[in-house]
């Protein structure tokens, strides 16, 4: 099949017909648009109370309109009509009638007073003219558009109505009332008072009022369509967002308890189960060696101070002002900053009732370790204290080894996660679960959150050749002044 070569840009009109067409397309769709055509959102009255107005109103019309009939056969101005005063009063007020429905049924509303219109203009003209009946017409053009529900019907509707109208008041004011009284008037060219014939400027005038008329009455409809779906929109979404701000702060309140009391699981446990070993320790050797009796309670008692002081120093810190301050009362201890990266050693060599403990310290490049941050820092010590309890309850092992490895530069990049580098924290020892000492594994389950807080990676479990490892890696933030693609370049080099 043969194709037509594209239109060559350097020849003239060249591409005009498509842009041409596009512009007709591009203001008939935001004409839709604005008229709400293809939305799937329709205004409806506000129950009862709004259907009870519009029989109020519609009421108050009719009463507007026998009145306004009145004052006009007073004035005269129904002279020449050929049928009797109490008919027209009967025709010109049941025109009202249909404003009684006028939010309830807007487009039959809408033809029904125009067809009464073009009614009476046929047979009574000057009832079409009264003030009280030309408010009604603006009304039940303006409710059409601004209550419509099916967009395209009320555009049909409206459009045929506005055409109806228009054509009529050229025919009736125009062209055959006017022009024969026209013609009388002003013969001759030298006797026309301006620069239009004076028929011709009657009918242009007659069009523009009209057409500003219905215009005014099709603007203001649609804005308030619009205005009323835009209010409708905001209410909708300020309730999507309480809605999500009260499932943010649920969120917020969980996340904060779960994280309460992992801090207490932690802080408590270990000392705890310290003191229930050295206290069942002190049982045994009470009768037969009084000295080891003794050290166990003095380790019990450091073991309780301790706990204390980090008991403290949790609830001060849960009890801290946004500013960072704390609440007035708060001692020193519970204003001491939390564990970290540079509290491993201590922990590794406290005494772990007999456990023989070595801490390791790995760093790349040297001094890595002090770019690691305080939350992480305090989620590795934690892990590795909870690790180390747990071997002194639950294994059968004689030594541990605590090891802290902070590593940034391509060694890093085993990981697209450690991209930046990792810290580190592995707890290694020796032995076997010991049988009846199962715990409620709320330790390890804080483990396992605390490393998904900051997105790492967790091994927990025995090893192959031997003994029991918790291991817990998280990603280092990017350092200060870092290249992002810098990273994946190396990764690539590397692999390669």
Not at 41 to 67: C, I, K, S, T, Y
Not at 194 to 206: D, S, V
Not at 326 to 338: C, H, I, L, T, V
């Amino acid at each position: 099949m043969a194709v037509a070569p594209p239109p060559d840009p350097r020849q003239p009109g060249a591409g005009r017909s498509a842009d041409a067409a596009s512009v007709p397309a591009d203001a008939l769709g935001r004409l839709a648009a604005w008229f709400g055509v293809d939305a799937d959102w329709e205004r409806l009255p506000a129950g009862h109370q709004a259907f009870r107005r519009d029989l109020v109103l519609g009421a108050v019309f009719a009463a507007f309109a026998a009145l306004s009939i009145e004052l006009g056969h007073s004035m005269g101005i129904f002279e020449d009509v050929d049928m009797p005063m109490w008919l027209v009063f009967v025709l010109g007020v049941a025109s009202t009638v249909p404003l009684a429905w006028r939010r309830r049924y807007p487009l039959i509303s809408l033809v029904l007073v125009y067809a009464a219109w073009f009614g009476l203009g046929l047979t009574i003209p000057a009832v079409t003219m009264l003030l009280p009946m030309q408010i009604m017409y603006f009304v039940a053009m303006f409710t059409a558009v601004a209550w419509a529900r099916d967009r395209r019907a009320m555009i049909i509707v409206v459009s045929a109505c506005t055409l109806v109208m228009v054509g009529w008041v050229v025919w009736m004011f125009a062209v055959q009332q006017g022009i024969e009284a026209i013609l009388d008037e002003f013969p001759t060219r030298a006797d026309w008072p301006g620069q239009l014939e004076p028929y011709l400027a009657n009918a242009i005038y007659q069009v523009i009022m009209n057409l500003a008329f219905f215009g005014g009455a099709v603007a203001a409809g649609q804005a308030q369509w619009n205005a009323a779906r835009r209010r409708e929109l905001l209410a909708e979404q300020a309730v999507t967002i309480e809605r999500q701000a009260a499932a943010l702060t649920d969120q917020a309140v969980v996340t904060e308890r779960v994280r309460i009391a992992r801090e207490l699981h932690d802080v408590v446990a270990h000392h705890v189960s310290v003191i229930g070993i050295q206290a069942a320790a002190a049982r045994r050797v009470l009768d037969r060696d009084p000295g080891l009796a003794a050290e166990a309670l003095v380790t019990i008692e450091r073991e309780s101070r301790e706990g204390v002081a980090q008991m403290r120093n949790l609830v001060g810190t849960l009890r801290s002002v946004p500013d960072g301050g704390a609440p007035a009362g708060a001692d020193a201890a519970s204003r001491a900053p939390e564990p970290g990266l540079a509290d491993l050693p201590a922990l590794a060599a406290a005494d772990h009732d007999g456990l023989d403990t070595t801490f390791r310290q790995v760093e790349e490049p040297p001094g890595a370790a002090r770019d690691v941050p305080d939350p992480m820092g305090l989620s590795l010590y934690r892990t590795a204290q909870e690790a180390m309890a747990n071997v002194r309850k639950h294994s059968t092992a004689r030594s541990a080894t605590v090891t802290l490895r902070v590593v940034r530069g391509p060694e890093a990049l085993v990981d697209e996660r450690f991209a930046h580098g990792f810290a580190e924290v592995e707890v290694l020892d020796d032995g076997r679960p010991r049988h009846g000492t199962s715990g409620s594994g709320l330790g390890q389950l804080g483990i396992r959150e605390r490393v998904s807080t900051h997105r790492g990676v967790v091994e927990i479990g025995p090893r192959a050749t031997g003994g029991y490892r918790v291991r817990v890696r998280l990603p280092l933030p990017a350092p200060d002044g870092a290249v992002p693609s810098a990273r994946p370049a190396a990764r690539s080099e590397v692999a390669g």
